[in-house]
């Protein structure tokens, strides 16, 4: 599966974006997709992920109640609307897909398989 994600760009602390991770294949509702960032310097960090479905979510612990993941398997595309954006959310956001990542991995950039280009979000303050 090849993923491109888009939506990034340059906001004031306090506001909002919506980034969009559209896959190819036509079995995108097997696939957990998963959101990570990464900050120069920094490990890249897990921020959300969901499952085939859409009725499990996950979410990195300073994400929650800030940003949302979604998909809409009819388009392929998983979203992830961040609200509330503080200049430490300033990363390269990347998304990621597997289709047969076990729960105890989720978290883990180590667990997915196909990763997107990434698109840069930043915050100023």
């Known amino acids: 599966v090849q993923l491109q994600a888009s939506g990034g760009g340059l906001v004031q602390a306090g506001g909002s974006l919506r980034l969009s991770c559209a896959a190819s294949?036509?079995?995108?509702?097997?696939?957990?997709m998963g959101w990570f960032r990464q900050a120069p310097g920094k490990a890249r960090d897990f921020v959300a992920a969901?499952?085939?479905?859409?009725?499990?979510?996950y979410y990195g612990t300073s994400m929650k109640g800030r940003f949302t993941v979604s998909r809409d398997n009819s388009k392929n595309t998983v979203y992830l609307q961040m609200n509330s954006l503080k200049p430490e959310d300033t990363a390269v956001y990347y998304c990621?897909?597997?289709?047969?990542?076990?729960?105890?991995?989720?978290?883990?950039?180590?667990?997915?398989?196909?990763w997107g280009q990434g698109t840069q979000v930043t915050v100023s303050s």
């Open positions: 294949g036509s079995t995108f509702r097997r696939y957990v």
């Open positions: 969901i499952r085939g479905s859409g009725g499990t979510t």
């Open positions: 990621a897909a597997d289709p047969n990542i076990i729960v105890s991995s989720i978290s883990s950039a180590l667990g997915y398989k196909y």
